[in-house]
């Protein structure tokens, strides 16, 4: 978006404190991060959980930005540094809703439809999928980066959206009621896609319900007659999405999709390639031939975001074939799934981005579905947000990680534990269990079990072991995966 410092002004609400040497001159880098601030930029001071932007304005200044946005009435010597650099310093009440502002004013100037994509797990992949289908409808369209789909990411995304999209698709991540309502103010999407109503965040909303109603917000937003509501049928609380959305007293078209018999997309005869776990499904959409799916990507869950991907796509009048074509063309983004081979034939599930109890079950069921050729190792850490129930679902995740036939299990953290001791609860040897408080314990233990089981393997049959590491992010989990990178050596050409 291209913008002056004039209409900054205007959309903002904001007081002028230093003019800029030229009110009329366009600005179309925004930037609240003082490590990304380029010459020429327009630098936003929002708090922060650990920083505040009103403590690098001096450096942004040094560093060539444009103007300032600040909520903090500027001391004089500040002004005076502003009006030395040539650089526009204006206040607002709140930064935040300022940022807010100018993201509805370029979303409104951009003229996109806007498609959001929220859900307890899987909005990224969707995410992903939708765009990799829709790009046969508008390769110019605009998609959040990466998990951009917070209050900051998403405006973000609108700012820096491609003038020529005419789709826009937005994720949409929330901790606690309210937050995708306040998203969807600035997005106005007509499109929502809803991947599942899971367990991330419980201990911020309280119940499964209030997840719901969160989610839920999406749809609410969605305009009445014209609107259209993409969710997943299978998904037990999907009636009540619908219920609280007012979906047909609003007359907000709905699409469901699943495995289902009921769905209007589904997917038929599901299987997984015997070399690498990869799914293999026949899509029937609303045409009377079905169209075969060979994923990239792992795991039931998979299919089911490539379900949601494929709805959209069949809204937009995309032929089956090129939908196939589209969700089979798109990779894992890095610490999702992702398969690194390392030299000695091990592979690395890195599945370290995050963690919840939904999450890890796909996970586990991703490794179930992995080749027998060679062991099954899971290094499972603590899973945070789950309130006060958090034993509770690390002891039934024990108890999934033993009726997924893992052989060895390493847990990693104090809540792990409860993991493990699910898991010998339910039947896993006792030898095959080995619990650490720290990632440096548990990787001296993991090299060596793969370095033993690489030997005994080797001496009966070409077996290679796979590993899934995973855990919630804040636990840095990706460390286990680097350094089993390290010790082993990555393979040239491996997929991650």
């Given amino acids: ?19 800029a040497p030229d009110a009329t001159r366009e600005i179309g880098t925004f930037c609240w991060d003082s490590r990304e601030i380029e010459p020429g930029a327009f630098f936003i001071a929002l708090a922060g959980e650990h920083h505040d932007g009103h403590d690098f304005l001096e450096a942004a200044l040094e560093t060539g930005a444009a103007g300032l946005l600040v909520s903090q009435m500027p001391s004089l010597e500040l002004r005076a540094s502003a009006h030395a650099h040539g650089a526009a310093l204006l206040h607002v009440a709140d930064t935040q809703e300022a940022l807010f502002a100018l993201a509805t004013a370029a979303r409104k100037t ?22 990799a289908v829709l790009r046969q409808y508008d390769p110019e369209l605009t998609a959040s980066s990466g998990n951009h789909n917070n209050e900051v990411g998403l405006p973000a995304t609108i700012l820096g959206a491609n003038p020529a999209s005419k789709l826009l698709i937005l ?117 009377a031939d079905t169209v075969s ?21 069949v809204h937009f009048g995309i032929p089956a074939p090129r939908i196939a074509s589209a969700l089979a063309s798109v990779q894992p983004p890095a610490m999702r799934q992702c398969n690194i081979l390392l030299k000695n034939g091990i592979r690395l599930i890195d599945d370290t981005y995050n963690a919840n109890p939904d999450s890890m079950r796909a996970a586990l069921e991703v490794l179930a579905h992995m080749p027998r050729r060679g062991a099954h190792v899971a290094v499972l850490g603590d899973m945070l947000e789950l309130g ?81 590491v995973k855990a919630s992010r804040s636990k840095g989990l990706e460390r286990v995966v680097r350094h089993l990178t390290e010790v082993f050596g990555e393979q040239t050409g491996s997929p991650c």
């Fill in 110 to 131: 951009l003229g996109a439809l806007v498609i959001g994509v929220t859900g307890s797990s899987g909005k990224t992949g969707t995410k992903e999928l939708v765009a």
């Fill in 293 to 313: 799916v060979e994923l990239a990507l792992q795991g039931e869950h998979s299919v089911m975001n490539a379900l949601a991907a494929a709805a959209v796509g």
């Fill in 171 to 287: 994720e949409m991540g929330m901790y606690d009621r309210g937050e995708i309502a306040a998203l969807c103010n600035v997005a106005a999407p007509r499109i929502g896609v809803v991947t599942n109503i899971g367990l991330a965040h419980l201990e911020v909303v309280g119940t499964r319900e209030n997840i719901a109603r969160a989610k839920a917000e999406l749809i609410e937003a969605l305009p009445d007659s014209s609107g259209l509501a993409v969710l997943n049928g299978d998904d037990p609380w999907t009636p009540f999405i619908r219920e609280v959305s007012h979906t047909a007293e609003r007359s907000v078209a709905v699409l469901q999709y699943g495995m289902q018999a009921h769905n209007d997309i589904r997917a038929l005869n599901l299987t997984f390639r015997e070399e690498d776990g990869r799914p293999i499904f026949d899509l029937k959409t609303l045409e």
């Fill in 1 to 19: 978006m291209q913008v002056s410092f004039a209409q900054i002004a205007e959309f903002t609400g904001a007081e002028t404190l230093v003019a």
């Fill in 388 to 468: 006060e129930d958090e034993v509770a679902f690390h002891l039934e995740l024990g108890r999934v990680v033993a009726a997924t036939a893992v052989d060895e299990l390493i847990t990693i953290g104090a809540l792990a534990r409860f993991i493990a001791e699910g898991a010998r609860e339910a039947g896993l040897d006792e030898r095959c269990i080995r619990s650490f408080d720290t990632i440096e314990e548990g990787n001296n233990a993991l090299v060596v079990t793969l370095t033993q089981t690489l030997e005994a393997e080797g001496a009966q049959h070409d077996g290679h072991p796979i590993v899934l």
